[in-house]
């Protein structure tokens, strides 16, 4: 039988590259995104491309429910999910006194609250069928304090963590949970988080191809955790060897 995955954020960056390689893979596809009008020309594209079904499911995923929403949908049209890839997400530069509430709460619902509610959605259906992947992006922010981006850092913590637990509670029953850590890549994802273009930490950034290639691996893997590239599988050896006070006055410099 076909399968499908549904991409969260696939307007753009990763998200983008996630359908790509999902087409290439010949799986029907879910796309979830505001940009209605991108989405559309994506669909166009890859239908035309791989000869497979794209789904176009447009949603504000920082309203309250949007999950829901977008549960509601594959129900409607009766789409069994094979592969969720909980990518949507952004980050806000900037001090924590400064900053606009309504974003860092808008941004605690998309990276957070939506990734939980999916995955809670459709691991209780991958857990029935006894089959399933997920794929959550996390990224080389979860491993130390980030001042002046302290939500977006706090978020991704969060999001490597509730994936290990997770993968750890399905382990030996047909699904994954993987947490996929990238380091700094080259997407929209600078210019949503305000950040200063040429900050240091996106000086040598990744090609987003390369990262999503590699996440996609990691997850039909099985891995766990993938940590993406050799900046962040550096980043992760400091951050565990360096005392907290000097990993998050790295951070600091970096994300300026
Ligand atoms: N780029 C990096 O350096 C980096 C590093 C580590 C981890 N990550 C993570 O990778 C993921 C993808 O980010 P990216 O780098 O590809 O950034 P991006 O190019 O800015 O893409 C973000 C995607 O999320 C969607 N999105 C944002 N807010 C949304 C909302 N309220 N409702 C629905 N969709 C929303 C955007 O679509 P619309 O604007 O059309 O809604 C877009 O498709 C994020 O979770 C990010 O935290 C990125």
């Known amino acids: 039988m076909k399968k499908t995955a549904l991409i969260t954020g696939a307007s ?37 491309k791989y000869g497979i079904c794209v789904h176009v ?12 929403d977008v549960y509601d949908y ?8 094979d592969v969720l890839i909980n990518n949507a ?10 900053s606009d509430w309504q974003k860092q709460y808008d941004m605690i619902q998309v990276n957070i609250t939506v990734l ?10 991958m857990h029935r069928r006894g089959s ?19 939500v977006y850092y706090a978020t991704k913590a969060f999001v490597r963590s509730y994936s290990e637990a997770i993968a750890e509670e399905v382990r030996g029953t047909g699904l994954t949970v993987t947490a996929l850590c990238p380091g700094p890549t080259a997407t ?42 050799a900046f962040t599988k550096l980043m992760s050896i400091g951050s565990r060897l360096a005392p907290r006070y000097l990993t998050r006055k790295i951070a600091r410099k970096m994300n300026h």
């Open 12 to 48: 753009g960056g990763l998200g983008l590259e996630f359908a790509r390689l999902c087409a290439k893979e010949n799986y029907d596809l879910v796309l979830v995104a505001r940009s209605e009008g991108k989405l559309y020309g994506i669909r166009h594209d890859l239908e035309e």
């Open 132 to 150: 399933g992947e997920i794929l959550n992006l996390s990224s080389v922010a979860a491993f130390c304090a980030g001042p002046d981006m302290s």
């Open 89 to 98: 997400g952004f980050g806000d530069e900037g001090s924590f006194a400064d």
């Open 188 to 229: 929209g994802f600078e210019k949503a988080a305000a950040m200063k273009t040429g900050s240091a930490m996106f000086r040598h950034a990744a090609d987003a191809t390369a990262v999503a290639r590699d996440g996609m691996k990691a997850m039909h893997q099985g891995k766990v955790l993938c940590y993406q590239g």
């Open 57 to 68: 499911c447009a949603a504000d995923l920082s309203c309250a429910d949007a999950a829901l």
């Open 74 to 81: 594959v129900l409607e049209h009766e789409i069994q999910v």
């Open 116 to 125: 939980m509610q999916l995955t809670h959605c459709f691991l209780r259906e």
